[in-house]
């Protein structure tokens, strides 16, 4: 009887563990609370798009100053290098020794000029003392004229040992400066793309030890369309590009046109600096360029937190459904250009209006259960401004 009655708890326990299990998965797994923030039409200056690429602002092929067997070489291909860090180094045994011994020269000739101003204050008491003595008709002319003689003498070696001093430092300088130049040194921070030397090979004055280029700063040539020569001729104007790898948007500074349009294609070059203190751009990498037409036109913008990226490209994760049982679902977008905080996209695909993932979407999945708690972040911060 005990075990019948065990056997009925047992049963009950496990169909009440059954109906709990089977009610969770009938509901699924909870919303994830996001924010999101509604795709709107506004009226902006339009951009049209254009083709370039990035190239460094500055390419140096660093030569040697001074011949010499290469004793050290810094640094390899790929490798960044800050403004004045040593990338090789050549042998200077043999100006070291030319050093030394025109700083013994200048010794000589200092311990020379010494000994010449002695002899000139010697004479010059003896002249003093003879003329003083003249006045009083107790000297000849003769002992005079010999002591003035040699007062110039010493006077005229004094001379010589001072500029053989002056002529030691000098050489003595340009042999310093030809030891400093057999360290050779990056002349701005880069990054180095090729090596032209090898360690023990023999490096002749003037030859390139390797090829430096800047990558802090890039800058961006794009083909504009000629019909926009007026528009970008009138000043700075406020381009942009966008990189495909990371669909990260980048301005582009201090812009400036080359007025020589291309006759076969009908555009003309506008180059400008774009920064890349994180290092992820690369000079030759194309990119795609935004470049204002002067013209305000109305387009659908979103929300630049919004766009999510995958393998096949971008996307938002639209909300939709009543708030008790909104669902997250992906859509694909076009983005055109962007501007400070938001992204024009080609209309179509997402309506105005339309609430958009702008906090939360990391941890979403295509229909995801999804509860809104308000605007994003930056919206919210944009309206309690106003």
């Known amino acids: 009887m005990t075990i019948n009655r065990i056997a009925v708890f047992v049963s009950a326990a496990v169909l009440t563990v059954a109906g709990a299990i089977a009610q969770d998965e009938s509901q699924g797994p909870p919303p994830s609370p996001v924010r999101a923030d509604a795709a709107?039409?506004?009226?902006?200056?339009?951009?049209?798009?254009?083709?370039?690429?990035l190239r460094p602002k500055r390419r140096a092929s660093v030569a040697v100053e001074e011949a010499?067997?290469?004793?050290?070489?810094?640094t390899d291909e790929g490798e960044r290098v800050a403004a004045g860090d040593v990338l090789a180094r050549l042998d200077s045994d043999v100006l070291g020794l030319e050093l030394a011994a025109a700083e013994?020269?200048?010794?000589?000739?200092?311990?020379?000029?010494?000994?010449?101003?002695?002899?000139?204050e010697f004479w010059q008491q003896e002249l003093q003392a003879l003329e003083n003595a003249r006045s009083r008709g107790a000297v000849n002319d003769q002992e005079l004229r010999r002591t003035r003689t040699e007062l110039a003498t010493s006077r005229a070696r004094l001379s010589i040992a001072e500029n053989s001093v002056s002529l030691a430092d000098a050489r003595a300088a340009v042999l310093r400066q030809r030891l400093n130049d057999t360290t050779l040194r990056a002349p701005f921070a880069g990054i180095v793309v090729r090596m032209q030397t090898e360690l023990g090979q023999w490096a002749n004055q003037g030859d390139t030890v390797l090829e430096l280029v800047e990558i802090d700063t890039l800058e961006a040539w794009l083909d504009v369309p000629q019909r926009l020569l007026p528009t970008v001729s009138a000043g700075n104007v406020e381009a942009s590009i966008r990189i495909d790898a990371t669909g990260e948007t980048k301005a582009v500074q201090k812009s400036r046109a080359v007025r020589d349009v291309n006759p076969?294609?009908?555009?003309?070059?506008?180059?400008?600096?774009?920064?890349?203190?994180d290092g992820m751009l690369a000079p030759g990498a194309s990119v795609i360029g935004f470049v204002p037409t002067g013209e305000r036109v109305e387009r659908l913008t979103i929300h630049k937190d919004a766009v999510q990226r995958n393998d096949t490209g971008q996307f938002?994760?639209?909300?939709?459904?009543?708030?008790?049982?909104?669902?997250?679902?992906?859509?694909?977008?076009?983005?055109?250009f962007q501007t400070a905080s938001r992204v024009v996209i080609e209309a179509g695909s997402v309506n105005a209006g339309d609430q958009l993932v702008t906090e939360g979407a990391a941890r979403l999945f295509p229909m995801?259960?999804?509860?809104?708690?308000?605007?994003?972040?930056?919206?919210?911060?944009?309206?309690?401004?106003?």
């Open 40 to 53: 709107v039409l506004e009226v902006i200056g339009d951009q049209t798009r254009v083709t370039g690429n």
């Open 368 to 386: 995801s259960p999804v509860r809104v708690n308000g605007p994003a972040k930056a919206q919210a911060a944009a309206n309690g401004s106003n």
């Open 264 to 277: 076969v294609s009908r555009s003309f070059t506008l180059i400008g600096d774009v920064s890349n203190a």
């Open 68 to 74: 010499g067997l290469v004793i050290e070489l810094a």
């Open 104 to 120: 013994q020269d200048r010794t000589v000739a200092e311990a020379q000029a010494t000994e010449q101003q002695a002899w000139v």
């Open 316 to 336: 938002v994760y639209v909300v939709t459904g009543p708030p008790d049982a909104a669902v997250a679902r992906p859509v694909r977008i076009k983005p055109l």
